[in-house]
T-cell receptor, first 112, second 115 residues
Framework: DAKTTQPNSMESNEEEPVHLPCNHS???????IHWYRQLPSQGPEYVIH???SNVNNRMASLAIAEDRKSSTLILHRATLRDAAVYYC?????????????FGTGTLLAVQP | EAGVAQSPRYKIIEKRQSVAFWCNPI?????LYWYQQILGQGPKLLIQ????????DSQLPKDRFSAERLKGVDSTLKIQPAKLEDSAVYLC?????????????FGPGTRLTVT
């Protein structure tokens, strides 16, 4: 299975930007980069995904390196509600990663 | 838009008993997933349905777990008999289609405790 590497934990201050890194050096050409997050006692929540180009949505931005071997999830202004475990996952249809394989993710703490 | 519904939210049973979980996906979503999340770990896919057909059940312990999705809508996941190591949160998710370009929507989960 194509793997991702994320820091176990990160801290941020409220209203500051947060950059969550993810390394995926064995990514294949058909792998999409998906980010999900899981708030305490809830099911995972989709955040964003991309293939090659940077992506923006109402929740976050995804910056993908030119060689696609790493990516960064950017929360522009962290709030206390953003405290969660963030999962970076490679997902491709019909390939070796044709399912969401969750690792242990990055536990983000947001300080007021 | 209503989200993925699951019931019950909590269940406590003794080992060797049986238990069933129910999931109602988002209307119109063809793909349905069941995940198991053990405390401190990320969710693990147990089974995936495309409409009412099984696409992937490679990680489903078939000697004790079973799942069905009748009429391609609701789904049930059953454990019989339960073991202590089955204590976990069971998550149901659905997506519009089975491609990497579609996101999955998760329900709140059912927390199972086996004593």
């Amino acid at each position: 299975d194509a793997k991702t590497t994320q820091p176990n934990s990160m801290e941020s201050n409220e209203e500051e930007p947060v950059h969550l890194p993810c390394n995926h050096s064995t990514i294949s050409g058909t792998d999409y980069i998906h980010w999900y997050r899981q708030l305490p006692s809830q099911g995972p929540e989709y955040v964003i995904h991309g293939l090659t180009s940077n992506v923006n949505n109402r929740m976050a931005s995804l910056a993908i390196a030119e060689d696609r071997k790493s990516s960064t999830l950017i929360l522009h202004r962290a709030t206390l509600r953003d405290a969660a475990v963030y999962y970076c996952i490679l997902f491709s249809y019909g390939g070796a990663t044709n399912k969401l394989i969750f690792g242990t993710g990055t536990l983000l703490a947001v300080q007021p | 838009e209503a989200g993925v519904a699951q019931s019950p939210r909590y269940k406590i049973i003794e080992k060797r008993q049986s238990v069933a979980f129910w999931c109602n996906p988002i209307s119109g979503h063809a793909t349905l997933y069941w995940y198991q999340q053990i405390l401190g770990q990320g969710p693990k896919l147990l089974i995936q349905f495309q409409n009412n057909g099984v696409v992937d059940d490679s990680q489903l312990p078939k000697d004790r777990f079973s799942a069905e999705r009748l009429k391609g809508v609701d789904s049930t996941l059953k454990i019989q008999p339960a073991k202590l190591e089955d204590s976990a949160v069971y998550l149901c998710a659905s997506s519009l289609a089975w491609t990497a370009s579609y996101e999955q929507y998760f329900g709140p989960g059912t927390r199972l405790t086996v004593t």
